[in-house]
């Protein structure tokens, strides 16, 4: 078994830490013989892929790593290969880390359960947790896939099933922070304390539970960034004044948050090379050619460059391509950006509303949801 480094960073010196061994046995008795199985993980920012033989239903990988990592194992199909057919995928996530993992199934990948170390165990301790929940949401997946094309163009339909699933989002956050507080030396409390650290609503609570954390949790890569991030939550939640920043626009023009000030201003992070942004920016478009006379505006804060592989050029095509015309900021350092660094960005798109005072009015409006806010402060206002 070859293992091929698929990144552009394979020459890049690697991190001077010990790495131990992993052996990762599978069992999936519907998966045929001779069929190639494929695993995919990322290491010390690297993606690996190697692959395995299927065997009377077996297969097996071996290899190093310094930490827990998520990995995918896939039947047949390696996505990542230019050209790939990924829709129906047979695919399963597990944690890879040093140890004896095992992946079993009396059937199909997706069924799955991953064990034999600890990540993996805690894991699934989690997963029948939260089983309840993850059950409605596949009913709601379910539904969503019998949707006609008309049903998904449909705002009030899509309004309506988003809802729901945010309602499940909600009763699920108390579920993950009883099991931090009942697991403070399990890896997979480390990885839900820095998912859930990014939002206002539960920070107070991710602030305690982080400090009740084994010392070897807190001293890993990400257990060390989850105060900055706790840090960055409380300066962005809703209701505190927002922190000022100043960033150039295509022509190297620095642009101040505060230029905007006595206006309504959506902050709006994303990135040429992000599908979900791109997917909701004809959203922010139809709210900005509404509101734009009403004293509302977009900054647009762009994560392309740096470690995305993505260009400045990209970056302004999908400025165009999208008819985003309103200002936008970028240092192009990607991930890096200094900007949604200092705010505590984890994921893209996010955005933030901020009144004439600089006020965070509000944050993370998606869809329907932004016309709604805006045409409850700025119509209201406009009678």
Known sequence: MKKVILSALMLAPMALMAQSDF??????????????????????GQRLTDSAIVNNGAFEF??????????????????YVKGA??????????????????????DSLK???????????????????LKSFTDQEKVLNDEYAKYTKEQKEDKVVMDALIGKFNVIRDQKTPIYLK??????????????????????????????????????????????????????????????????????????????????????????????????????????????????DKNFTVLGVSLDGGNTRTTKEAWLKAVEADQLTWTHVSDLQGWNNAVSSAWGIKSIPANFLIDPNGKI???????????????????????
């Open 361 to 383: 009015i509000a944050k993370d409006l998606r869809g329907s949801a932004l016309q709604n806010k805006l045409s409850e402060i700025l119509d209201k206002k406009t009678k």
């Open 62 to 79: 071996k290899g190093k790593v310094t930490s827990p990592v998520m990995g995918n194992v896939f039947n047949k199909i390696n996505p």
């Open 23 to 44: 052996t990762l046995k599978g069992s999936a008795k519907s998966v045929a013989n001779g069929s190639k199985i494929y695993l995919v993980f990322a290491e010390n």
């Open 179 to 292: 099991f931090v507080k009942e697991n403070p030396k399990s890896y997979i409390s480390l990885v839900q304390l820095n998912s859930l650290a990014g939002n206002d609503k539960v920070v107070g609570d991710v602030e305690k539970l982080y400090a009740t954390l084994s010392p070897e949790l807190k001293a890993t890569k990400i257990g060390q960034a989850i105060p900055s991030t706790i840090e960055a939550t409380k300066k962005t939640a809703v209701g505190v004044m927002a922190m000022d920043f100043a960033q150039n626009d295509a022509d190297g023009k620095p642009v101040k948050l505060s230029d905007f000030k006595g206006k309504y201003v959506l902050v709006d992070f994303w990135a040429s090379w992000c599908g979900p942004c791109r997917q909701e920016n004809p959203n922010v478009v139809e709210a900005f050619q509404k509101f734009k």
């Open 85 to 106: 057919n990924t829709k129906n995928m047979d695919y399963t996530a597990l944690y890879i880390e040093p140890g004896n993992i095992t992946l079993n199934s009396a």
């Open 111 to 129: 069924s799955a359960v991953a064990g034999g170390t600890a990540a993996n165990i805690d894991n699934a301790k989690l997963s029948a947790m």
